[in-house]
């Protein structure tokens, strides 16, 4: 644990205020964010009484609204600043929970859904970006404790939510919605701007640029696989986790696992890897853990749900803490492979583009998940589970093999000088 909190300590130390703050604000933005969407699956189906395909097919449209927009957002951070997209996606926000406190119409909830996605492609990518640049060379460790700090609210989030939800679901949305009012306001008093980094180069070359990027664009489908993996958290365990144990506290208990093995092993994670590994065999191994977490759930799955709730629930547990584990590697290596395989110039474009394919992958996956989910036949319960499993060996292997290649190493861009002969 002292070596956690040192190598943290060094890692805040070396960023810039403007840096640090960053990171202490991901705490309430994920503490905002996970009181409502751990039980957003649960309310939809149960409270409001959708199919669970409608509702994985409205999980996916978050996803796909969100990170499908991302080009949009990371062009826009690139080309005008971070800092005002950054404070309006989170203002945005405000208005997407509380419109979940106001409406239980499925059209009410689908735009809800959708402003909270839209939200998410504002800031996102601007406050990546802006984080790209103030890292400097220790970029995998300071989105490790960003994900780390954001991991505290997200641990906090759901135990929060649960509390609330004995109120009433609309009561957990209110509660988020003034927390982001909250933020906004933290962030128009105290981040300062930054120049842009794009100069002169229009948006179409700049999207031009990165859609001909053939290695940047193997490097993204195989790195989509990540998100289509990391969207189960919302759906695909705390359903089966709510389904073996027949208890909705269930849900809690895989974001606890999750949270917590996210903020205990995150920074320390990534420092070993880095001392030992490069950066795509990092974010190919934390892809094959994604995906291999989810092989004791495929092999239970098909047994009958009951009887004791720390047995039942044990394998969807290791489930969680498997995958965690892969996700703590995963992140923080893909985003500061962006700028290498991509543009340390066009960081916010390269990442919205990186999104974008990944909204795709994370829609269609979670639609055949919730459809598979849906099938409710005891001999086909294996069939979501593996496929997940199946989506991280396909992603951390093509990255492992565009390592071997020589295909993540930096090469000279339109922003970077040859090196002389």
Not at 268 to 278: G, I, K, Q, T
């Amino acid at each position: 644990m002292r070596g956690h909190v040192g190598e943290a300590g060094r890692t805040m130390r070396a960023l810039t205020p403007a840096g640090r703050m960053l990171i202490i604000n991901q705490f309430g933005i994920c503490l905002g964010f996970y009181m409502v969407l751990p039980f957003l699956a649960g309310y939809l189906r149960d409270d409001l009484g959708l199919a669970t395909a409608l509702v994985g097919t409205i999980i996916g449209v978050r996803t796909l609204s969100q990170q499908g927009l991302y080009l949009v957002g990371g062009t826009v951070a690139d080309h005008i600043g971070p800092r005002v997209i950054i404070i309006a996606g989170c203002g945005l926000r405000v208005v997407a929970f509380g419109l979940f406190a106001v409406t239980t119409s499925l059209p009410g909830i689908v735009t809800a859904t959708v402003l909270i996605g839209v939200a998410g492609a504002l800031f996102s990518p601007a406050v990546a970006t802006y984080l790209t640049h103030e890292a400097a060379e220790r970029r995998a460790e300071a989105f490790a404790l960003s994900n780390v700090v954001g991991n505290a609210g997200t641990l906090l989030g759901p135990v929060v939510g649960a509390l609330l939800l004995g109120v009433d679901f609309r009561l957990v949305s209110a509660v988020a919605a003034v927390i982001f009012a909250i933020m906004t306001v933290i962030q128009l008093t105290m981040l300062p701007p930054r120049a842009p980094q794009a100069g002169k180069t229009g948006v179409l070359r700049s999207w031009g640029e990165v859609v001909t990027n053939r290695r940047f664009g193997a490097f993204t489908l195989a790195g989509s696989a990540y998100f289509a993996l990391y969207n189960q958290l919302y759906l695909a365990l705390p359903l089966e986790a709510e389904r073996v144990t027949g208890h909705p506290a269930a849900v809690s208990a895989v974001f606890v696992v999750s949270t917590v093995a996210g903020i205990v092993l995150g920074v320390p994670l990534v420092a070993a890897c880095r001392r030992r590994w490069s950066a795509g065999r990092s974010a190919a191994t934390g892809l094959l853990l994604m995906g291999g977490g989810f092989l004791p759930v495929a092999l239970t799955a098909p047994w009958p749900a009951g009887g004791s709730t720390v047995v039942a629930g044990l394998p969807v547990l290791v489930s969680t803490l498997v995958f965690s584990v892969g996700v703590a590697i995963t992140h923080p290596f893909l985003i500061a492979l962006i700028p290498v395989v991509g543009s340390e110039r066009l960081v916010g474009t390269y990442y919205g583009y990186f999104y974008l394919i990944s909204a795709l992958a994370a829609f269609g996956i979670s639609a055949g998940v919730g459809a598979l989910l849906d099938l409710g036949h005891a001999g086909l319960r294996w069939a979501p589970f593996t496929l997940l499993l199946l989506a991280g060996l396909a992603g951390g292997g093509t990255i492992a093999l565009m390592q071997h290649r020589g295909r993540l190493d930096a090469r000279p861009s339109p922003d970077r000088a040859p090196a002389s002969a």
